[in-house]
């Protein structure tokens, strides 16, 4: 039987904690990876977390993979990751494919506001004039 986005959202759910931004930022002061996986229009148009990572999802598994030229050396197997996309769903599903690829420490913050109303600072987007 075909997968539904449902069924592919309770399977990435399942395994990819999601945590609130008090804890998020209490992991990236200890070191994690935020990594922020919407794409670069996104973060033209809202800013985006200070300090923050950004790989678009469609280039995470290109990117989290080390035997790829393409590989990304702020992605390790050894550091945890905090992610997130604008509401969260890209951000489990992008959970779970870093933790089939063998990263462990993988959690899902959910979406840009969730880290800004839980008073996460904001690099402002750049203002493209007149």
Known sequence: MPLTVK???QAANAV??????ARAQALVEEGALLLDIRDAPELEKTGRA???HHIPRGMLEFRADPDTPFHDPELRRDRTIVLHCASGGRAALAGKLLKDMGYEAVYNIGGFKDWIEAGGLVAEPVDPGM
């Open 50 to 52: 200070s300090n923050s």
């Open 16 to 21: 990819v904690e999601r945590i609130d931004g």
């Open 7 to 9: 069924d592919i959202m």
